[in-house]
């Protein structure tokens, strides 16, 4: 076999599956924004029973049953189905398509998970159980990270990068800080963590243990004792507003510390990434992560000051599922650079991907 071109029509990956995941991407960033409401109006046990609807199918619940919060509990039930059957055929689809084991694996990994995280929401219902609520959200964070990497092993312009070879100089990965792949799957790690103490603050169910910002009971960060929580705690009472705990007002404080490290580390990344010698993609991303972090700092606030009404609170969520997503992306942008970056022009049979017999679509 003589050296591989980019023309070569067989080793382009399938433009229709690379935008059928990126349907799935999307149709996950919906599941959950309406989780976020479902949260946000405290909907979550309008529908008592599962996997059934009051005592129907799923599918044929009657319109007129759909009120109040139903409404919102039902659609997040009909949006997590279509992500199930949509997650099915994409994993169909790349074990029939794809010759790359790690796509294959990773699109029956996703199958696995939407399910598991079908059966924990149900269970959430079942047994009335806040912790498997934030398991079912840290699920949902999981499965989006792992479609957007089936998305992004989907996408010709990454697997055969333009730029008339393979060297990682055509795409202007020679120019990239060998720490930055480190660095953005660093980032992800930190956003995940952000995500996790967010579920178990709005899991609590006890409004706004710190009601104001961008001090906390009048501090940048208070040192509060069991008295003080017993005098917060009697002005939330006579307000009908539920008691919360000195460990919930501390997962605020990192909540807030846990964004200002996240913006600063965003701004460290943008600022190393800026210039016409490096990676348009990733200085792209870059620059739209740390303008959407400011305004995910942004939108907090008036969480806060709205006294967490429901929908700046539903679109703080779902900016943070977008920021985790951009950033998984970026991850993968990084280290596919990187990788370009280390070899040369591969050898006749060979791809970036590797063997060519073994590893091109058929």
Known sequence: MGPLSLETPRLLPSKALHRFAGVLVAATLVLIGVGALVTSTESGMSVPDWPTSFGYNMFSLPFARWAGGVLYEHSHRLAASAVG???????VWVWLRERR????WAAAAAL???????????LRVIWVADRLGILHAALAQGFLALVAIVWLGTSARLWLPAGG?????SVGSSTLPSWIPGAFLTLCLILYMQLLVAAAMRHAHAWLSIPDFPTAYGQLWPRLTESDLAQINAQRAARSIAPTSLFQIHLQLIHRGLALLIFFFALVLASRLWGEDKPAPLRRMTVWFLLLTGAQIVLG???IWSGKSVVPTSLHVLLGAILFLLAVLSTGFA????????????????????????????
Not at 101 to 104: E, I, L, N, P
Not at 165 to 169: E, N, P, T
Not at 342 to 355: L, N, S, V
Request: with cysteine; net charge positive.
């Open 165 to 169: 070879g393979f060297s990682g100089r």
């Open 335 to 362: 280290y596919r650079y990187r990788w370009l970056a280390g070899r040369e022009a591969p050898a006749p049979g060979r791809t970036p991907m590797g063997d060519a017999e073994r590893e091109c679509h058929g």
């Open 301 to 303: 606030a008036f969480v």
């Open 112 to 122: 696995l998970l939407v399910i598991l995280q079908g059966v924990v929401g149900g």
């Open 85 to 91: 059957f949509l997650t099915i055929a994409l994993a």
């Open 101 to 104: 084991s790690w796509m294959r």
